[in-house]
């Protein structure tokens, strides 16, 4: 009588072709996500800069803070950095001649060709 199954050489063959392509794949996979993440932190940037450029337009002055255009309602929430996945990694740029205000914002996760802190 003989046993159905798959031999230990198939079973290596299968492995060796599921490697190969996970080393095809992988690569393109995490391009794909950082790629993805630059473009989120983009979209981020441009939201909130509108909100802040609103909030100077509606009343005259920037922002004390990022939570103040939460709490006027020019934003949802507090944004959170797609690259670094926390709000608090956020550079503030202070408005120009004060030490106070948001008229700017700047993200501080570190980029491998660019900083993303020029943006």
Known sequence: MRRR???LIELMVVMAII???LSIVAPRYF???DRAREAALRETLAVVRDSIDKFHADTGRYPAELGELVSKR???KLPVDPVSDS???WVIVP???ELTGVSDLKS??????MPYAQW
């Open 95 to 97: 408005a120009p001649g």
């Open 31 to 33: 391009a794909h996500l």
């Open 87 to 89: 709000s608090e990694t």
């Open 5 to 7: 199954g798959f031999t």
């Open 108 to 113: 501080g996760a570190g980029g491998e060709e």
């Open 74 to 76: 020019y934003l949802r």
């Open 19 to 21: 490697a190969t392509l």
